[in-house]
């Protein structure tokens, strides 16, 4: 077996998610290290910039700790794949599909999966009132993570307001009806399921702050539910992550509705800071961070675990 020795890790770039995706690559680039490979990061303001740094880089594989659009959303897979780069997560397509929040939902309900009722909205369209006369709904863009320009609204003022403010980052709107329920989240390492994480935010909702603010936000790991609410769970988000065709992990995040899983939606890259819920995960299943890190780089490569230093 060939011996990994240089890593690239991608990271910072030009997303709304630029400075947690600096934390992420920080902490992917020193958990490297420590198991003895050479790690080269690379950090870039533009897709022309990248694609000059990538042209010259001599390196086994790319770590892809990229967040947001351009990162998230497959345009980077297809210039890897062009370049003949392994990298780590899912492909172009994969990736595409899970930022595109109404793809992958048509695609979850296809396949049986529980989805909350949405409507979609570009600035052309008039707000259809019968769908809004319950409160309170979600407002969010249809192509962001990390819940950058989410709202949740209690009354018609506040409706116009978010869906206002979830336009500065996308042309189409999704709007929809709030699901009560547990909120958690399933991680997937080697296309299996980790050990449930519910999370609870000390704001009315998991926002951006809430996300990446040390202090703001309850895990409980594994959560406390039924076994048979734990497999649900769990099959839900395997299911939600082979429909999208999702390669080697993933975080997919669902709300338990009574006894039944609600899939929000899939995350290709996920975080991998402090705060972060797939580690969270991985250290709950006995995997500690630079272990998970270099499975997700053997997945890449399809080959064996094994660290750089022999």
């Known amino acids: 077996m060939k011996q990994l020795r240089r890593i690239g890790i991608l990271m910072g770039g030009f997303s709304s998610e630029r400075e947690i995706s600096l934390k992420s690559g920080t902490a992917v680039a020193a958990a490297l290290r420590s ?60 990736s595409r599909l899970a930022m595109d929040k109404v793809a992958s939902r048509r695609i979850f309900q296809s396949r049986g999966l529980r989805v909350p009722e949405y409507q979609l909205f570009n600035k052309n369209m008039v707000m259809d009132q019968m769908f809004f006369s319950a409160f309170p709904l979600v407002v969010k863009p249809a192509h962001e993570g990390s819940s950058i320009g989410l709202s949740i609204v209690h009354d018609a003022l506040s409706l116009l307001w978010a869906v206002e403010y979830a336009f500065r980052f996308d042309p189409v709107v999704m709007v929809e009806k709030y699901v009560r329920g547990r909120e958690i989240t399933v991680g997937i390492i080697d296309d299996k399921p980790l050990p449930v994480v519910e999370v609870i935010p000390k704001k009315p909702f998991y926002d951006f702050q809430a996300k990446y603010t040390a202090g703001m936000t309850e895990y409980r790991v594994p959560a406390d539910f039924s076994a048979e609410i734990t497999e649900k769970a769990q099959a839900a988000a395997v299911q939600a992550h082979r429909a999208l065709k999702c390669r080697g992990f993933s975080r997919v995040d669902i709300i338990i509705d009574g006894r039944d899983p609600v899939v929000l939606e899939v995350n290709t890259i996920p975080g991998m800071t402090a705060t972060s819920l797939l580690p969270k995960a991985a250290a709950a299943d006995g995997i500690g961070f630079p272990e998970l890190c270099l499975k997700m780089v053997a997945a890449a490569l399809r080959e064996p675990l094994s660290a750089a230093v022999a």
């Open 35 to 94: 198991s003895g490979y050479e790690v080269e990061t690379v950090d870039f303001h533009s897709r022309e910039e990248l694609r000059a740094k990538l042209e010259h880089i001599a390196v086994d594989c790319i770590f892809n700790a990229l967040h947001g659009r351009f990162g998230e959303d497959g345009e980077v897979q297809q210039m890897l794949d062009a370049l003949r780069i392994p990298y780590t997560g899912s492909g172009a397509e994969a």
